[in-house]
């Protein structure tokens, strides 16, 4: 299917407007939950920093224009609510914007209101390159304003300190129109050019997001409505490598959650797998580049952090066997034998320092370290055995055999499957009632249910689950079922919240999990129904961090990757099913 050239139209309150490979957005989010009256110039470097104040001006008087936004993957424009004037801005690379005007100025300002030692942005005249420089304590970057046409009509703090506007205001020439560019950089570099027409960069920019979502959603039609909005939100929350993220990198969102979680991560490998292999190669390995001494991934990674204070579930091994068969071409040996380390050491980890002495099943520390940081399967205790993570590790144990055996080092492979083996037997011996997963406090014994669904992640054992298991799991699920999807409480529980993050909402990657294993387990229609659900959620509500699952209504953060790439994960599914 060849693609609209100029891509899905969306709100920029939603989603940020950006370009694959840059650290920095167009948004009017400066914050977690914050919302500017204006659009601002967003850096992800060193955290989340709104830098520059992007307001449209009336060319004549110099103050605010009344203007609407509209937004496409290759164009942001601000037009003049009475059709008199328009400012436009495409990226010309991943660090700079041009903006173009007709019948409107623009006044770019600090975002920051003082000037300390410590923080905020410094704005002077730089002679050498004739432009004007913001240079921001907070993203350790440097953000230069050249004119190309027309002209910078008036400054305000310039080499000033202290409190204090500190911008620029940019007029039209003599034709009524002018362009400037915008620049993201370190120190220094070579005095802004052109690389061409505006018109031109406009192009080009359509044409790159249209070449991805070609790449990564050749199969889109009119019954898969939201995959180049899906391709557009992973895309334009791509970063090129910088600081302590060493290979391009997905990044959860360009609002907020600007990081890349050390489970979030396989899920965007999955969806770029067929269509863009390397860059899902790099998704799976990113955060295995900061795996510590004892083999555990760290929870999260971004330009200039990376934390190790929780872990995430080990999904891993289960991601890789799924990402191996949707890759175009096979991987490898070293390709093989460099994931079978990575993911050997960090099976290690939970079968070491992550089982208490004679015991057989793993723990979790905290609800954080399954990535359910708050579900109700953690109210009693914390420091718990549960079944979802056992089941996880058993697959994880399956996926290294199979790598095993490729290496030829069938010694390995056997270990590995007595391993699984032995340990899908703890779970079902100590955890299953016979209708139900316990969870255990590895410090007191007791065991407890919930309504939680992560009590029924063990479905996704799929064809490793005995079939009555798999019958009674399959059951429980369909309790969890809204119009919308999966709810990730029982909505009759007393504990559901409505916006409860993993107390109620619908999450994609416990959708995903749950519709592979009900599907590799023979329950085919359950698993058709719950992703037709969440696909007609997306496709209504976007792709937000979670769902209300009675209302359907997106929550937190709007513009998330792995919704993102859930939906493009079920919808290609989806689409090679009926079209056997």
């Known amino acids: 299917m060849t693609a609209a050239r100029t891509g899905p139209a969306f709100s920029v309150h939603d989603i940020p407007f950006s370009t694959s490979g840059s650290w920095f957005d167009i948004s009017p989010v400066v914050a977690e939950n914050m919302y500017a009256g204006d659009l601002h110039l967003v850096s992800h470097q060193n ?12 060319a004549a008087r110099g103050d605010r224009a009344r203007t609407r936004v509209e937004a496409t993957p290759g164009l942001l424009s601000w037009i003049d609510i009475g059709e008199r004037g328009r400012v436009d801005l495409v990226y010309e690379s991943p660090d700079t914007v041009r903006l173009r005007g007709s019948g409107l100025g623009i006044g770019i300002s600090a975002a920051a209101p003082a000037l300390t030692p410590f923080s905020g942005t410094y704005f002077f005249h730089d002679p050498a390159a004739d432009a004007y420089v913001f240079t921001s304590y907070e993203t350790g970057r440097r953000y230069r304003v050249t004119a190309v046409s027309g002209a910078i009509a008036e400054t305000a703090g310039a080499q000033a300190l202290g409190g204090g506007e500190r911008g620029l205001t940019v007029v039209a020439g003599k034709n009524g129109a002018w362009e400037i560019a915008i620049e993201e950089f370190d120190a220094a570099r070579p005095p802004y050019a052109p690389s061409g027409t505006f018109d031109d960069t406009v192009a080009s920019a359509r044409c790159a997001f249209a070449d991805f979502a070609d790449a990564v959603a050749p ?8 995959a180049e909005l899906a391709a557009y939100v992973v895309w334009s929350a791509t970063v090129r490598p910088t600081g302590l993220v060493g290979r391009p990198a997905v990044l959860m969102s360009k609002h907020w959650m600007d990081k890349v979680w050390s489970w979030d991560h396989c899920f965007n490998a999955l969806a770029l797998a067929p269509g863009c292999p390397g860059l899902a190669l790099d998704q799976y390995h990113l955060p295995f580049d900061h795996q510590d001494g004892s083999g555990a991934l760290p929870d999260s990674v971004t330009h200039s952090e990376v934390l190790y204070n929780f872990v995430k579930p080990p999904i891993h091994g289960w991601a890789f066997g799924r990402l191996r068969r ?7 040996r070293d390709e093989i034998a460099s994931v079978y380390g990575r993911l050997g050491r960090w099976t290690d980890f939970w079968l070491t320092a992550r089982r208490a002495p004679d015991t057989q099943l793993p723990y979790y520390q905290h609800g954080n370290d399954s990535g359910w940081d708050n579900a109700t399967t953690f109210d009693p205790e914390r420091v718990i055995a549960t079944a979802d993570l056992a089941a996880f590790l058993v697959l994880q144990l399956h996926e290294l055999a199979f790598l095993a055996d490729q290496l030829d080092m069938s010694d390995e492979a056997l270990r590995w499957t007595k391993t699984a083996e032995e340990l899908q037997t703890a779970l079902l011996d100590q955890l299953w009632t016979g209708d139900r997963f316990l969870a255990r406090s590895v410090v007191t014994g007791n065991s407890w249910s919930s309504g939680s669904l992560l ?3 063990p479905i996704v054992l799929g064809e490793h689950l005995p079939a009555d298991v798999g019958g009674v799991l399959a059951d429980r699920v369909k309790a969890h079922l809204t119009p919308y999807g ?19 909402p619908i999450w994609a990657p416990a959708t995903v999990l749950v519709e592979d294993g009900l599907r590799r387990a023979g329950h085919h229609e359950l698993a058709d129904g719950i992703s037709a659900r969440f696909r007609a959620l997306c496709e209504t509500h976007g792709f937000a961090e979670n769902f209300d699952a009675v209302a359907g209504t997106g929550l937190r953060d709007r513009a998330y990757t792995w919704t993102a790439s859930s939906y493009l994960l079920l919808a290609e599914a989806h689409a090679r099913r009926v079209s056997r």
């Open 47 to 58: 955290g989340m920093h709104a830098v520059l104040r992007l307001v449209p001006l009336r």
């Open 219 to 226: 199969w889109r039609s009119s019954a898969t409505p939201a």
């Open 326 to 332: 949707l890759l175009p071409t096979p991987l490898n």
């Open 455 to 457: 009590d029924l992640m």
């Open 486 to 504: 999966l709810a990730t409480e029982v909505t009759t529980s007393p504990h559901y919240l409505a916006d409860g993050y993993w107390r109620g």
